[in-house]
């Protein structure tokens, strides 16, 4: 269960795509995680509206942790946020808190787009360094909600593979991820048309492969994630959405 929100947020911040504005203040997500049988844990995304350094943002916070078993056996709390530009859908500052199984870390990241340069605080040691990053340049957070609101997927072909540029403690990266076309997924809420993606991720230690997760997300305006399915080192995991409010747009369900 290592690696709960990680996997969460990696696999939707590359997958949803929109025309128009997809979210607003007050969105919120909640997934269950299944590790085989068992549920594992519980993950949260929600969206608020404030103000940073006299900028409307949104504040994005991302939650994960394990729970009964899981947690006595392995205890996983990681705490995730950005703050994204209303306008401009580029963060300001990424924050990184996680406890898992003993190992921790306190990170805040502020990004100044006009230099491209990050100042990457390690609290937890008491260390601050500068990083070079490139140009549209994304926190795992921020790319989720990033993508939802600028790339068009109504002309998207099936085996296409899209890239970003991401920035993940003190490193930039390439992240990339496939369409494998579009499907009727049954849920909780109903059947629901969907576009499914193959994020790509490092093998190893965490994934068998690199090709180890998949991820369904709405085909309408929201772009939500709803499934989430990942082949670890050491068996597999799956989110699948159990809660939501503040959707900024008809959620639509598919009637026989």
């Not at 594992?40 to 504040?59: C, K, M, P, Q």
Request: contains cysteine; hydrophobic residues 35%; positive net charge.
């Amino acid at each position: 269960m290592k690696r709960l929100i990680i996997v969460l947020i990696l696999c939707s911040s590359a997958v949803t795509f929109a025309q128009t504005q997809a979210y607003e203040g007050g969105e919120y997500f909640k997934f269950r995680v299944h590790y085989g049988f068992v549920t594992a844990g519980y993950a949260t995304l929600e969206v608020n509206d404030e103000v940073l350094n006299g900028t409307e943002v949104y504040h994005i916070k991302g939650y994960g942790k394990t729970t009964g078993l899981s947690r006595a056996f392995f205890k996983v709390e990681d705490d995730y946020q950005s703050y994204v530009d209303k306008k401009k859908d580029i963060p300001y500052r990424f924050i990184r808190k996680i406890d898992e199984g003993g190992h921790t870390k306190d990170i805040q990241i502020d990004f100044n787009h006009a230099t491209h340069r990050a100042i990457v605080q390690n609290k937890k040691h008491n260390r601050t360094e500068e990083v070079d990053f490139p140009d549209q340049v994304q926190d795992m957070v921020s790319a989720f909600y990033y993508l939802r609101n600028r790339l068009d997927v109504s002309n998207i072909k099936e085996g296409q593979t899209i890239d970003m540029n991401m920035f993940f403690d003190k490193e930039n990266y390439k992240f990339r991820l496939k369409f494998l076309g579009r499907e009727t997924l049954e849920t909780d809420f109903g059947k629901i048309a969907t576009l499914k993606f193959r994020p790509y991720v490092q093998s190893g230690r965490v994934f068998k492969e690199k090709e180890s997760l998949t991820v369904w997300v709405t085909d309408d305006d929201n772009r939500m994630p709803l499934l989430i399915k990942a082949d670890l080192a050491i068996g597999s995991l799956k989110a699948s959405l159990a809660e939501f409010k503040g959707l900024k747009n008809p959620f639509k369900i598919q009637v026989d």
